[in-house]
């Protein structure tokens, strides 16, 4: 007698989609060496399929641009959605990428797609019966987890040191500290003041926000290395590739970009490059899971290590997707419009263990902040 298998079968053929727009408030002012956090444009897709699966995805700005997602959503991407494959992400991403040719590679169109891609992956893990974590990969079921609420520019240094104490106490591995001062010496001074008050044990990361030029980082980072100091943050613009590898060859603070990138190619010159130590992106504005996998796997690829920009909600099991996760960035932003929180155990996120992206969205608050 011959054993016979059988996969279950679903119809994801996608029937319906819709897209809107919801403001969130800023939880704690936020500032940096360019700009303060605005507040939270969330653009919302959701999508049913033809077994009545409802996938639920989203994408953000800090503050602008959030409209013009919307109507490149409205007028081209979800007519073309309608009539694809939920379970088949990558023939939808790329059936739409070519729907927007000519807007690629793009900030608008990339935040575009990631709100697609996403409801697309919650619907796919939904019909699945399954996690996203486990479903993009399953490498390990929580994430080291370090604090940047703590570190913005606009805090005093005694500020600082007692955020910084209190994450330790709560047994993060990390701390981020914003830097960008007039002077580098006030810099040194505030992260100094950091590193004595929580000693050697625990990680203290900086980020300039594309705010130096490449002489600048390198005469900074001169001083940071004296502080042993984890990682340098978007130190110049992110598309000065040539001056991110000077400061690389420069130093021994590892070098962390990929923020503010937008598309896969644009890591891969950076890493081909010798110019990133560490890579964090963010998968809105590379433009949904789909293109974020393909990061990660690229930079395993060059032994380096991912460690995702904001966004906690969803990179916490994108994290714990892929084997060279570093770090999970701890920025609360959804408590508003969500019924649950990060689990966090000794330092570490725990990857969300039901069907879908994790998320479990109030939707009547959702609503109320809808934008008009």
């Given at each position: 007698m011959t054993d016979t298998f059988s996969i279950p079968t679903v119809d994801g053929t996608i029937v319906s989609a819709e897209a809107w727009l919801s403001d969130l408030e800023v939880e704690?002012?936020?500032?940096?060496?360019?700009?303060?956090?605005?507040?939270?444009?969330?653009?919302?897709?959701?999508?049913?399929?033809?077994?009545?699966?409802?996938?639920?995805?989203?994408?953000?700005?800090?503050?602008?641009?959030?409209?013009?997602?919307?109507?490149?959503?409205?007028?081209?991407?979800?007519?073309?959605?309608?009539?694809?494959?939920?379970?088949?992400?990558?023939?939808?991403?790329?059936?739409?990428?070519?729907?927007?040719?000519?807007?690629?590679?793009?900030?608008?169109?990339?935040?575009?797609?990631?709100?697609v891609d996403t409801a697309v992956w919650d619907a796919r893990c939904r019909a699945a019966g399954l996690p996203l974590w486990v479903a993009a990969g399953g490498a390990e079921p929580s994430i080291p987890l370090y604090d940047t609420e703590g570190g913005w520019l606009h805090f005093d240094t005694d500020e600082l040191v007692a955020q910084a104490l209190e994450s330790q106490r709560r047994g993060l591995g990390g701390v981020k500290v914003k830097v960008g001062k007039p002077r580098a010496r006030e810099d040194f001074e505030r992260l100094a003041a950091v590193r004595e008050a929580v000693g050697d044990t625990m990680d203290i990361m900086v980020d300039a926000n594309q705010?130096?030029?490449?002489?600048?980082?390198?005469?900074?980072?001169?001083?940071?290395?004296?502080?042993?100091?984890?990682?340098?943050?978007?130190?110049?613009?992110?598309?000065?590739?040539?001056?991110?590898?000077?400061l690389a060859a420069s130093t021994r603070v590892p070098v962390a970009v990929g923020e503010s990138m937008?598309?896969?190619?644009?890591?891969?010159?950076?890493?081909?490059?010798?110019?990133?130590?560490?890579?964090?992106?963010?998968?809105?504005?590379?433009?949904?899971?789909?293109?974020?996998?393909?990061?990660?796997?690229?930079?395993?690829?060059?032994?380096?290590?991912?460690?995702p920009h904001f966004l906690m909600e969803l990179h916490v099991s994108l994290c714990c997707a892929v084997p060279n996760a570093l770090y999970l960035e701890h920025i609360p932003q959804l408590r508003a419009v969500t019924r649950s929180e990060l689990v966090v155990e000794a330092g570490r996120a725990l990857a969300p263990s039901t069907p879908g992206l994790g998320i479990e969205w109030d939707?009547?608050?959702?609503?109320?902040?809808r934008v008009a």
């Open positions: 704690t002012v936020r500032t940096d060496a360019m700009q303060s956090f605005l507040k939270q444009e969330t653009i919302f897709v959701r999508l049913r399929t033809a077994d009545g699966i409802e996938g639920l995805g989203y994408s953000y700005t800090i503050g602008t641009g959030g409209r013009a997602v919307l109507s490149l959503l409205r007028e081209t991407l979800l007519p073309a959605l309608v009539g694809l494959d939920a379970n088949r992400p990558e023939h939808v991403w790329r059936a739409l990428h070519s729907t927007t040719r000519a807007t690629t590679v793009g900030v608008i169109t990339s935040l575009a797609l990631a709100a705010s130096m030029t490449a002489a600048e980082a390198i005469r900074r980072a001169a001083l940071f290395e004296q502080l042993d100091i984890f990682w340098f943050e978007e130190p110049l613009p992110a598309d000065d590739i040539a001056g991110h590898r000077r937008y598309s896969v190619g644009q890591f891969r010159e950076y890493l081909q490059s010798q110019a990133a130590s560490i890579v964090q992106v963010d998968v809105a504005r590379i433009g949904g899971i789909t293109p974020w996998l393909k990061v990660a796997h690229l930079a395993e690829a060059f032994n380096v290590a991912v460690a939707l009547d608050a959702v609503d109320d902040l």
